[in-house]
């Protein structure tokens, strides 16, 4: 009944505490502490003042050795001072006993202080007699760089003639590459470069020009046969010159290497001038036109599987240097003259008939075309220029070329094709001229 009255009047409005209640509390509470306890919590706040001191001058210590090290100029005499006066703004007011710790905690950061100012200073010392030697080093190695530039740079006093003064004095030709030097199409700094690779070149990609004695069933006659119909072919196909000669070098490498039956020398030439075709041309004629142009004896696998095996037998080698490469190079001594250029094509093509200039380099071969081709059209002598762009080929070189060519030209036309097309208006009827000249000059050059 009391519980329950008591929580109806907690619930109202609180209850009062009793009498009972406030006892309690009244014990529970802690007593101030007597006035004899103030010894003892003096004593503890001593302790504490000297820890603080004892950290107050390490840390008076600490930025004395800082600004020792920044400065690397103060004595030791200064920082004993200061350190000093730091210690003495750190002291305890008059009446207050100072821990021993203290004291030794002051003189040992006065001792360290000390010790870390003089090491300082040594080292300050020692680093700045190093940078003195350093500097001394360095001077000493600019003076001996500067006597060597000197000397490099000192004039020398032997007299030498330039080596393009030299070359000017002894050569009787003209430097007629000079004027292409603004053209980057002729690459006028490495023509002479590039040429004496291809005169080199040419003698790997030589024939053995007597082959046909390991051949069983071929003769001479049937390779200019075989020769006159790829010229034929080549001219239905509108190939470039160039396509040409390196199709017959196929051949003719191809047959040193390998004896060929009767039967396949046809397939031989469809597959060298496939090859060819795919060497120089941009746009290559396809294989249906081949397997066409052989009039039903070969299918496009047999002129594939061909043209896998001759390059297989010349291990893929067709970097052959164009005699049109020679002729041309020639030609710049000749001015271009469109009609000599013409006639000598004719007559470079003698050579991819005619068996018995396989045995002189094509930059041989194209001299003499030139000259040849000069002499039909009264175009003067064989000149310095001459000599030197056609790679010093002089006129007893030439002879036993020329005599061959004019040989050939003067004989009944044997190869129908070949001269049907330099028979053309396209080719300014070099043909019909050269051979006019060939019979009223053959006389004048007789084989050997």
Same mark, same amino acid.
């Given at each position: ?82 350190? /000093? ?5 750190? =002291? ?13 905690? !002051? ?29 001394? /080093? ?31 004095? @002894? ?24 040429? @004496? ?16 004695? @390991? ?9 200019? !046969?075989?020769?006159?119909?790829? !010229? ?96 041309? =190079? ?34 041989? !071969? ?8 000069? /002499? ?48 053309? /208006? ?23």
């Amino acid at each position: 009944m009391t519980r329950l009255t008591r929580a109806k009047a907690a619930a109202a409005g609180g209850l009062q505490p009793t009498a009972l209640d406030q006892a309690n509390t009244a014990a529970t509470q802690r007593k101030r502490a007597a006035l004899g306890d103030l010894s003892t919590n003096a004593s503890k706040d001593q302790a504490k003042s000297g820890k603080l001191m004892s950290v107050a001058s390490t840390a008076a210590a600490a930025t004395a050795a800082s600004r020792a090290r920044r400065t690397g100029l103060s004595n030791a005499s200064n920082n004993n001072a200061a350190t /000093k006066s730091n210690g003495t703004a750190a =002291r305890k007011p008059l009446g207050t006993k100072t821990n021993t710790t203290n004291k030794t905690n !002051v003189h040992n950061a006065k001792t360290t202080t000390t010790t870390t100012t003089k090491t300082n200073i040594a080292v300050y010392d020692e680093s700045k007699a190093n940078a003195n030697n350093n500097n001394a /080093k360095t001077t000493h190695r600019l003076e001996h760089e500067t006597e060597n530039t000197r000397a490099l740079k000192k004039p020398k006093t032997e007299h030498h003639v330039e080596p393009t003064e030299a070359k000017k004095a @002894d050569q009787s030709w003209d430097d007629l590459d000079a004027e292409d030097a603004d053209d980057p199409l002729m690459v006028s700094e490495y023509v002479v470069e590039i040429f @004496d690779y291809l005169y080199d070149l040419q003698k790997k990609y030589m024939p053995n020009p007597n082959y046909m004695d @390991d051949q069983k069933h071929l003769e001479w006659e049937m390779r200019g !046969v075989l020769v006159d119909w790829l !010229v034929e072919v080549h001219c239905k196909f509108k190939l470039l010159p160039e396509t040409l000669f390196l199709a017959i070098n196929i051949v003719d490498r191809f047959m040193s290497a390998r004896v060929v039956s009767l039967n396949k020398v046809q397939l031989v030439g469809i597959a060298a001038l496939f090859i060819a075709a795919k060497c120089e041309e941009v746009y290559t004629p396809a294989i249906q036109n081949y397997a066409y142009i052989s009039d039903g004896g070969y299918e496009e696998d047999d002129i594939l599987n061909a043209e896998r095996f001759v390059l297989q037998v010349l291990s893929f080698e067709m970097s052959y240097p164009n005699p049109l490469n020679f002729l041309r =190079r020639i030609s710049k001594a000749d001015n271009y003259d469109i009609q000599t250029r013409t006639i000598a094509k004719y007559l470079l093509e003698i050579s991819l008939l005619d068996h018995r200039l396989m045995k002189y380099l094509p930059s041989d !071969v194209a001299a003499a075309a030139m000259y040849l081709a000069r /002499k039909i059209l009264d175009r003067g002598d064989w000149t310095a220029n001459l000599i030197h762009y056609s790679g010093g080929c002089d006129q007893k070189k030439l002879y036993p070329i020329v005599a061959i060519m004019v040989d050939y030209l003067a004989a009944p036309v044997v190869h129908d094709g070949f001269f049907k097309k330099y028979a053309s /208006k396209r080719f300014l009827k070099a043909s019909i001229i050269a051979r006019q000249w060939a019979k009223n000059n053959v006389q004048n050059y007789p084989l050997d």
